[in-house]
């Protein structure tokens, strides 16, 4: 599997922007960026995927480097709420691997 | 349109005894994944399962741990003889086809005593 690397840890001002990194130098051509998040005590909840285009949805938006080696989780207003692990993972549905390998994410607070 | 059920959320056994999990998937989803968190850890793949099917159980130690996914009901993940090191948060996941993002439940945290 293709592997990711984030940052440990980050912290953020409520309702402020955040902009969370993802480094995965080695991703196929194949290979779809996804993100879950992980709030404490609960399952890992899907955030977004996308393969080379930036998207956009109601949670967050993904900026995708043009190389595909980085790309960019972004919070555009961050709330208390959003305090969680946040996951990069790399999927190729092509290659009939279902399985999701997380990371250790970034654990990422949110000052009030 | 309720999410991925998982019972019971806490489950505490002795050891030798045999731990059984639930889980139903959302309705609609007939693709099922078992994941396990040690504490302070990541999520680890164990199985996935299309029903009454295991598509790839490579995630699964060898002996004492079985899934299944019947045709009716939810799918269950068995530890029989449970150990120490059995003591865990296990998720599991749904999905509507391959290639989807998988919906969690919130999971069942196992204690051995």
């Known amino acids: 599997d293709a592997k990711t690397t984030q940052p440990n840890s980050m912290e953020s001002n409520e309702e402020e922007p955040v902009h969370l990194p993802c480094n995965h130098s080695t991703i196929s051509g194949t290979d779809y960026i996804h993100w879950y998040r992980q709030l404490p005590s609960q399952g890992p909840e899907y955030v977004i995927h996308g393969l080379t285009s930036n998207v956009n949805n109601r949670m967050a938006s993904l900026a995708i480097a043009e190389d595909r080696k980085s790309s960019t989780l972004i919070l555009h207003r961050a709330t208390l709420r959003d305090a969680a692990v946040y996951y990069c993972?790399?999927?190729?549905?092509?290659?009939?691997?279902?399985?999701?390998?997380f990371g250790t994410g970034t654990r990422l607070t949110i000052i009030p | 349109n309720a999410g991925v059920m998982q019972n019971p959320r806490h489950l505490v056994r002795r050891r030798g005894q045999e731990a059984r999990l639930r889980c139903s998937p959302m309705k609609g989803h007939s693709h099922v994944y078992w994941y396990r968190q040690l504490p302070e850890e990541g999520l680890k793949f164990m199985v996935y399962l299309q029903k009454e099917n295991i598509i790839d159980e490579s995630g699964m130690p060898k002996e004492r741990f079985s899934a299944e996914f019947p045709k009716e009901g939810p799918s269950i993940l068995r530890i029989q003889q449970v150990v120490r090191g059995d003591s865990a948060a296990y998720f599991c996941a749904s999905s509507p086809n391959r290639g989807q993002p998988q919906h969690f439940g919130d999971g069942t945290r196992l204690s051995i005593l």
């Open positions: 993972i790399l999927r190729d549905p092509n290659f009939g691997n279902e399985k999701l390998t």
